[in-house]
C-alpha cells in the first residue's frame, strides 16, 4: 500500500505534494514502482495536527480519486470522517483506512452501507494528545482486545469478516518501547485470522533506533517492512514502494530456498 498525502503539513514529506497534480505525479509513480494498493489522505494525523472539516478534506482527496480510479489499483482512503468516506466511496474509493477504527458516530454505518474493504487501526487517545502519555498494562492484549472488539461491531452490522483488515497503529499513543514490543510479537495479537496491516514506514521509533531524521529512514524502513511482514503483517503501508519490495524480494527468496 503506497502513501500518497495531500496535506500541507504531513510529518514525513513536508506537505510536498499538497498539489493535486503532484500528487497524482506521485501516485502515478507508487503505481510504476509496483504498489498493489494507494491510500489516500487529506488529513495529517501527526501529533498535534490541527483539525481540517471534511469540506477541506475532500478538496485534497477528490480530485486523486477521480484521476486515479481508472488506475487498475484499489484506492484506499485515510480518513475518519463518515461524509469523506462516503463521497470518497462514491469517487471510487474501494477501501476505508481509518485510524479511529469506524469510531466516530456514523462512520460504521457508512462501511456497512457499501461493499468497501476497511483497515480498522488501534489508536490510544486522539492525535492531538495521543503521545503525551502513552500506557498499558500490557500492550499486546490491549491492542488485541481493541482490534477484536471492533471487528466484531462491524460484524454485528453486516460487515462479512473478509471485508475487514486490523492494524496495531504503530506510533499512535504509543511509545518506542510499546512500538518495538508491537513489531517484535506481531504475531501473538490474536486477531482471529484477520490480515494484519503494518505502517512502520519512516516512524519516529525508526529514528530512535537509528538516530536518523525523518527524510533518512529509508534503510530502517525497508528493515522494518521485512520484520512486520516475517512477523505476519500481509499488508504495509509505506513511502517508498520500490525499495520495500526490494527487501520483500529478499525475505520471500529466503522462504523459498531449497
Ligand atoms: C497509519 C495510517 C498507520 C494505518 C497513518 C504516518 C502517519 N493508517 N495512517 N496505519 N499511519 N492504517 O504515515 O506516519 O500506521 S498517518
Known amino acids: 500500500m503506497g502513501i500518497v498525502n495531500v496535506t500541507p503539513d504531513s510529518f514525513s514529506d513536508g506537505g510536498a505534494f499538497f498539489d493535486s497534480q503532484a500528487a497524482i505525479d506521485h501516485a502515478r509513480r507508487l503505481i510504476d514502482d509496483g504498489a498493489e494498493i494507494l491510500?489516500?489522505?487529506?488529513?495529517?494525523?501527526?501529533?498535534?495536527?490541527?483539525?481540517?472539516?471534511?469540506?477541506e478534506e475532500l478538496r485534497r482527496v477528490l480530485p486523486l480519486i477521480e484521476a486515479l480510479r481508472g488506475s487498475g489499483?484499489?484506492?484506499?482512503v485515510d480518513t475518519s470522517k463518515?461524509?469523506?468516506?462516503?463521497?470518497?466511496?462514491?469517487?471510487?474509493?474501494?477501501?476505508?483506512?481509518?485510524?479511529y477504527a469506524l469510531r466516530q458516530s456514523g462512520a460504521a454505518e457508512?462501511?456497512?452501507d457499501s461493499d468497501c474493504g476497511v483497515v480498522l487501526?488501534?489508536?490510544q487517545g486522539t492525535p492531538r494528545t495521543m503521545q503525551e502519555a502513552p500506557r498499558y498494562t500490557d500492550v499486546i492484549d490491549e491492542v488485541g482486545a481493541f482490534l477484536r472488539e471492533r471487528r466484531a461491531v462491524l460484524v454485528a452490522l453486516g460487515v462479512a469478516a473478509d471485508r475487514i483488515a486490523v492494524d496495531p497503529g504503530f506510533g499512535f499513543g504509543k511509545t518506542a518501547a510499546h512500538n518495538w514490543t508491537l513489531l517484535a510479537r506481531l504475531a501473538e495479537l490474536d486477531l482471529e485470522g484477520a490480515p494484519i496491516l503494518a505502517g512502520v514506514s519512516r516512524k519516529s521509533m525508526l529514528g530512535q533506533a537509528t538516530g536518523r531524521p525523518?527524510?533518512?529512514?529509508?534503510?530502517?524502513?525497508?528493515a522494518a517492512a521485512v520484520i512486520a511482514v516475517q512477523n505476519g503483517a500481509r499488508i504495509l503501508r509505506v513511502h517508498d514502494v520500490a525499495a520495500t519490495r526490494d527487501a520483500l524480494a529478499v525475505l520471500h527468496a529466503v522462504n523459498d530456498a531449497p
Open 82 to 99: 463518515p461524509a469523506v468516506m462516503r463521497a470518497a466511496l462514491a469517487a471510487g474509493a474501494c477501501i476505508v483506512n481509518d485510524v
Open 73 to 76: 489499483v484499489p484506492i484506499s
Open 110 to 112: 457508512v462501511v456497512a
Open 121 to 123: 487501526m488501534h489508536m
Open 39 to 55: 491510500d489516500v489522505g487529506g488529513e495529517s494525523t501527526r501529533p498535534g495536527a490541527p483539525d481540517v472539516s471534511a469540506d
Open 214 to 222: 525523518v527524510t533518512e529512514r529509508l534503510a530502517a524502513s525497508a
